[in-house]
């Protein structure tokens, strides 16, 4: 059987981020990488992909190329978890011991929550940037659009990258403006939270946005269902006497963020907490029950906004604290909650919102968090990438702490 010093599974952003450190701090260690896919991709430009000002091609690299050379990568996925007795079962069967687990396998896309949805999704203007196969599609959608009902969805939380559903109407509404097609184009925005953004403070400036495109925001709607053949999207929501009723609505293009929930194979296993995650301390990232089991990024139970910028800061604190247990060390290393969202609010803008736990404003720069600044596009779309690439993901990234705004 397999056995290992140090297992990660998922080689995404976070277990490709911790492996490259662990190995960079520490080269004789033994780490393998159990990763099913053959692709890695930097999600977080599939916003651009859909607004049709970002190359797909560049959001992906081979697995091969990302995972750390001296790592062991594990070409399978993993199906089951037996903390108990340090082993993974993986879907062929194969199981692989570790001393230490490191579980990163992200957020599963629900598509099937909504009936209909995955019939509908590709085609007659049903669109999404939240998979690489249908975030072209959205692009294509835009420039086909000559005017009529444009719709714009958001589940209720969990969500990585909670600003996204809103971004791509921020960008539809402007090409719109730019082609003048504003004027014979009706917006709507329909989220299953309960606000625009799950920071107070930068509700209103996110609310002026919409006000100036026009775009009618529909909070506390869940989409439940897509009827393609009549181009018609369902709600729920609950009215004024707290009953549930359904709304329909008529589109021309219908971009949608699907459900998200834990990975099954993570609900199902003896890791999980009551919502499925991979139960960790908020600030040492290890696990509550299992001291020899760290957890981050979107699977992991970290109470903070699920995104790639908060795995960044997450990843250092992993790497010190799992080589501090090793060493026998207490561990000092405390995750502060630090997450950033660059809500692109126009082609060429971005209002970069930067907070730590509890919705505490934490600005890296000394800019204003709440202006729509051009600088910021140009990190976000022309600094991030290689900084992803080329210094995060090969464990580079140092450990800076974060200090809140003063207001
Ligand atoms: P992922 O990077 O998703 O990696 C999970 C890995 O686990 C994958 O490689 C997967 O193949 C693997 N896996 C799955 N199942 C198994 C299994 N059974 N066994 C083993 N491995 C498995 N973040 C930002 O910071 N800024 C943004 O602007 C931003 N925008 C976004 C826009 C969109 C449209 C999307 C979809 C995401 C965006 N994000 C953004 C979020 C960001 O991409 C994620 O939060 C981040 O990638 C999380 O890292 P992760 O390692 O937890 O998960």
Request: glycine fraction near 8%; include cysteine.
């Amino acid at each position: 059987s397999l056995s290992h010093q140090v297992v990660v599974v998922g080689g995404g952003t976070a277990g490709t981020t911790v492996a490259a450190s662990l190995l960079r701090q520490r080269p004789e260690l033994d780490v393998a990488v159990v990763e099913p896919s053959e692709v890695h991709y930097y999600q977080p430009a599939f916003t651009l992909v859909g607004g049709g000002t970002y190359d797909m091609d560049s959001t992906r690299r081979a697995q091969k190329e990302t995972l750390p050379e001296t790592a062991t990568w594990i070409h399978a996925g993993v199906a089951s978890f037996e903390p108990n007795s340090n082993l993974i079962t993986l879907e062929d069967g194969r199981q692989v011991q570790y001393e230490h687990l490191v579980v990163a396998p992200g957020i599963k896309l629900d598509w099937d929550r909504v009936d209909g949805l995955r019939e509908a999704l590709g085609s007659n203007g049903v669109c999404s940037n939240y998979s690489p196969e249908t975030a072209p599609y959205t692009w294509e959608c835009l420039r086909q659009f000559r005017g009529g009902n444009a719709i714009f969805t958001q589940p209720p939380p969990p969500l990585k990258c909670a600003g996204a559903p809103q971004k791509i109407a921020y960008l539809a509404a402007d090409h719109l403006r730019r082609n003048n097609l504003a004027p014979e184009s009706n917006l709507q925005f329909y989220s299953g939270a309960g606000a625009l953004f799950s920071v107070p403070d930068f509700v209103p400036h996110l609310q002026k946005v919409m006000d100036r495109y026009g775009i009618g925001v529909n909070l506390g709607h869940d989409l439940v269902a897509v009827d393609a053949e009549r181009k018609v999207a369902r709600f729920a929501t609950t009215d004024s006497n707290g009953e549930r009723t359904e709304i329909e609505q008529p589109y021309d293009l219908l971009h949608v963020t699907p459900h998200q929930t834990a990975p099954d194979f993570v609900k199902q296993s003896p890791l999980a907490n009551a919502d499925g995650w991979v139960d960790v301390d908020k600030g040492t990232t290890q696990h509550t029950r299992y001291p020899n089991v760290f957890s981050l990024g979107d699977a992991s139970s970290l109470p903070t906004s699920k995104t790639a910028a908060a795995v960044r800061k997450q990843a250092p604190v992993t790497v010190r604290n799992l080589l501090a247990r090793m060493d026998g060390q207490a561990l000092s290393a405390q995750y502060d909650g630090y997450t950033s969202c660059p809500l692109v609010t126009a082609y060429g803008k971005v209002m970069l919102a930067e907070f730590m736990y509890d919705g505490v404003v934490t600005p890296t720069l000394p800019l204003s968090p709440f202006s729509e600044s051009r600088f910021y596009w140009v990190v976000k779309k022309h600094l991030l990438p290689p900084f992803y690439w080329n210094q995060m993901l090969r464990g580079k990234e140092p450990d800076i702490a974060h200090k809140p705004l003063k207001s």
